[in-house]
């Protein structure tokens, strides 16, 4: 059985879906209704390294290649069926003990685009903005970013490739040309050619490897699934990052960050996310507290999310429609419980989402709920005691998470309970960050969290025993749960390639089977 790859089938498409079999089964490539799995594990192979370490500043996909006022940094986004987002930074950064924030009003936000090359028959206008990051406390740097622009282009015709530039024709500081294709609008017939999902990507050798299988697997859309850069593995002066930060800087006087790591991570990722728009939520590693409690500046300020468009107003949770795909980006990071806004807005979210239009519906947040590494497990179980019954009633088909930085799949479960009607849930921690691959199992001999392991940074704790079931009465299972299909450590992205409102093909790219073909 082909374990790296599983035809992925609706919720709400039971009797059609038998029609199908007969097709499938000729492809050899397992189907969820030949589920659930047996469990298997994939040993991590002893001859690769667990990580690698960052990039340097001066690597030149992170060095700053444009002078003055000129773009970089640049990036796409959903923001309707028939709207995109291009956001871009400006203008230097500056750290140091005395930062002097620049004036976003210096220079203007455009966009000039259009469907021939040169020839930009529409232009668009939008807003800047800057952030800091100031810390109070002897001996730390503080920062304060580029200018920030946000441009929202819409007239967008669906499947219709698009040429653009950015940036401010008064002074005159434009981008080069780049060109993106629109995504198909909402409808059961049409879907984005190939979304490549990934998780904690950080900025190591390894995340590099990542990003160039991406870019060969030529994506029409990004789902990151949080922990984008990692720069609070470092301290505010910079040097080296480290893999565990509390044990390197035990007497730090806070989580500090160094924040041109983000700087670095926009113009490592802009050859993709230029021409393929990333939807992004947040992750711990986006917390980066400063200054009076003051959280996730760098995250908001930087990438637009469509949270106006979506109704949440708030960039830590929001949805958007990708051809007959409905998304929904829920926060870990914010009030989850039933009683608060998040909850709330995702009710009134899932109720309005019409199946006949948008067959596929898919979840994704950054802490998996399912889990059988002992790295954050059971770590978000108050989360998933407040959302879970919410996605089961609505028959949500997939949720992606990362945090746990290894590969699993789990089969259809609900409650810990094996469930036709659940989601699969599948867990892509592991883009290539600092922090090194995950390779225990809470299973195995010795391996078992205790209670007091896996606070969350956010939010309860609700750890708990098995009440029924092979573990029942236990914290851990004795063997690989019967949840989880497959997992295996390793360090790679996967693709989802939805075909028709029926199934779509999910695919797991290790980063060492670039070197053998995609």
Same mark, same amino acid.
């Given at each position: 059985?082909?374990?790296?790859?599983?035809?992925?089938?609706?919720?709400?498409?039971?009797?059609?879906?038998?029609?199908?079999? %007969?097709?499938?089964?000729? &492809?050899? !490539?397992?189907?969820?209704?030949?589920?659930?799995?047996?469990?298997? %594990?994939?040993?991590?192979?002893?001859?690769?390294?667990?990580?690698?370490?960052?990039?340097?500043?001066?690597?030149?996909?992170?060095?700053?290649?444009?002078?003055?006022?000129?773009?970089?940094?640049?990036?796409?986004?959903?923001?309707?069926?028939?709207?995109?987002?291009?956001?871009?930074?400006?203008?230097?950064?500056?750290?140091?003990? &005395?930062? !002097?924030?620049?004036?976003? $009003?210096?220079?203007?936000?455009?966009?000039?685009?259009?469907?021939?090359?040169?020839?930009?028959?529409?232009?668009?206008? =939008?807003?800047?903005?800057?952030?800091?990051?100031?810390?109070?406390?002897?001996?730390?740097?503080?920062?304060?970013?580029?200018?920030? +622009?946000?441009?929202?282009?819409?007239?967008?015709?669906?499947?219709?490739?698009?040429?653009?530039?950015?940036?401010?024709?008064?002074?005159?500081?434009?981008?080069?040309?780049?060109?993106?294709?629109?995504?198909?609008?909402?409808?059961?017939?049409?879907?984005?050619?190939?979304?490549?999902?990934?998780?904690?990507?950080?900025?190591?050798?390894?995340?590099? %490897?990542?990003?160039? +299988?991406?870019?060969?697997?030529?994506?029409?859309?990004?789902?990151?699934?949080?922990?984008?850069?990692?720069?609070?593995?470092?301290?505010?002066? =910079?040097?080296?990052?480290?893999?565990?930060?509390?044990?390197?800087?035990?007497?730090?006087?806070?989580?500090? %960050?160094?924040?041109?790591?983000?700087?670095?991570?926009?113009?490592?990722?802009?050859?993709?996310?230029?021409?393929?728009?990333?939807?992004?939520?947040?992750?711990?590693?986006?917390?980066?507290?400063?200054?009076?409690?003051?959280?996730?500046?760098?995250?908001?300020?930087?990438?637009?999310?469509?949270?106006?468009?979506?109704?949440?107003?708030? &960039?830590?949770?929001?949805?958007?429609?990708?051809?007959?795909?409905?998304?929904?980006?829920?926060?870990?990071?914010?009030?989850?419980?039933?009683?608060? $806004?998040?909850?709330?807005?995702?009710?009134?979210?899932?109720?309005?989402?019409?199946?006949?239009?948008?067959?596929?519906?898919?979840?994704?947040?950054?802490?998996?709920?399912?889990?059988?590494?002992?790295?954050?497990?059971?770590?978000?179980?108050?989360?998933?005691?407040?959302?879970?019954?919410?996605?089961?009633?609505?028959?949500?088909?997939?949720?992606?998470?990362?945090?746990?930085?290894?590969?699993?799949?789990?089969?259809?479960?609900?409650?810990?309970?094996?469930?036709?009607? =659940?989601?699969?849930?599948?867990?892509?921690?592991?883009?290539?960050? !600092?922090?090194?691959?995950?390779?225990?199992?809470?299973?195995?001999?010795? &391996?078992?969290?205790?209670?007091?392991?896996?606070?969350?940074?956010?939010?309860?704790?609700?750890?708990?025993?098995?009440?029924?079931?092979?573990?029942?009465?236990?914290?851990?299972?004795?063997?690989?749960?019967?949840?989880?299909?497959?997992?295996?450590?390793?360090?790679?992205?996967?693709?989802?390639?939805?075909?028709?409102?029926?199934?779509?093909?999910?695919?797991?790219?290790?980063?060492?089977?670039?070197?053998?073909?995609?």
């Amino acid at each position: 059985m082909n374990h790296l790859k599983l035809w992925l089938l609706t919720n709400t498409f039971f009797i059609t879906i038998i029609a199908t079999q %007969t097709l499938l089964a000729q &492809n050899q !490539i397992p189907t969820t209704l030949d589920g659930p799995f047996k469990p298997v %594990t994939r040993r991590f192979d002893p001859s690769f390294r667990r990580g690698s370490d960052d990039l340097p500043m001066n690597h030149p996909r992170l060095k700053k290649n444009v002078t003055s006022n000129f773009p970089e940094q640049i990036s796409l986004a959903i923001s309707s069926p028939t709207s995109m987002w291009v956001s871009w930074v400006t203008g230097e950064a500056q750290i140091g003990s &005395n930062v !002097i924030p620049l004036d976003p $009003a210096s220079v203007a936000s455009e966009v000039w685009y259009g469907k021939e090359s040169g020839k930009y028959t529409s232009r668009g206008k =939008g807003d800047s903005t800057i952030y800091t990051q100031l810390y109070p406390f002897e001996g730390l740097l503080n920062y304060t970013s580029g200018i920030i +622009h946000h441009v929202r282009i819409d007239g967008l015709e669906p499947e219709t490739k698009y040429f653009y530039k950015c940036g401010d024709s008064s002074i005159p500081a434009m981008s080069e040309e780049h060109v993106f294709e629109t995504l198909p609008l909402p409808g059961p017939n049409a879907y984005p050619r190939r979304i490549a999902i990934i998780g904690d990507l950080g900025l190591t050798s390894n995340s590099s %490897t990542t990003i160039d +299988h991406v870019i060969a697997n030529d994506p029409s859309m990004i789902l990151m699934v949080g922990d984008l850069t990692y720069a609070n593995q470092y301290l505010t002066t =910079g040097g080296k990052g480290v893999p565990c930060y509390s044990c390197a800087f035990p007497d730090a006087p806070i989580r500090e %960050t160094y924040q041109p790591r983000w700087d670095g991570w926009g113009r490592f990722m802009e050859p993709l996310i230029s021409s393929s728009p990333m939807m992004v939520i947040e992750g711990n590693h986006e917390i980066e507290p400063q200054v009076s409690g003051i959280t996730f500046k760098s995250y908001l300020s930087r990438y637009a999310v469509p949270s106006e468009e979506s109704g949440s107003n708030s &960039n830590f949770y929001y949805s958007f429609d990708a051809g007959g795909i409905h998304f929904v980006m829920l926060g870990a990071y914010v009030d989850y419980n039933s009683t608060g $806004a998040q909850y709330s807005w995702l009710k009134k979210d899932l109720y309005q989402v019409d199946r006949a239009k948008t067959p596929w519906l898919v979840a994704a947040w950054h802490p998996p709920w399912y889990n059988s590494y002992s790295s954050h497990y059971q770590e978000f179980e108050c989360m998933r005691q407040e959302m879970e019954a919410l996605l089961y009633q609505y028959r949500v088909d997939i949720v992606f998470s990362g945090h746990v930085h290894a590969y699993e799949r789990m089969n259809r479960v609900f409650n810990y309970t094996l469930d036709p009607c =659940g989601p699969v849930y599948i867990t892509v921690g592991d883009g290539g960050n !600092i922090e090194k691959i995950d390779v225990d199992h809470a299973d195995e001999p010795g &391996n078992c969290p205790s209670a007091g392991d896996n606070i969350p940074e956010f939010g309860g704790v609700c750890h708990i025993n098995f009440s029924s079931g092979p573990a029942e009465g236990k914290f851990c299972w004795d063997k690989q749960p019967e949840w989880s299909a497959f997992r295996e450590s390793s360090f790679g992205h996967g693709i989802l390639e939805v075909v028709n409102s029926t199934y779509a093909l999910w695919t797991w790219h290790r980063n060492q089977d670039m070197y053998k073909g995609r």
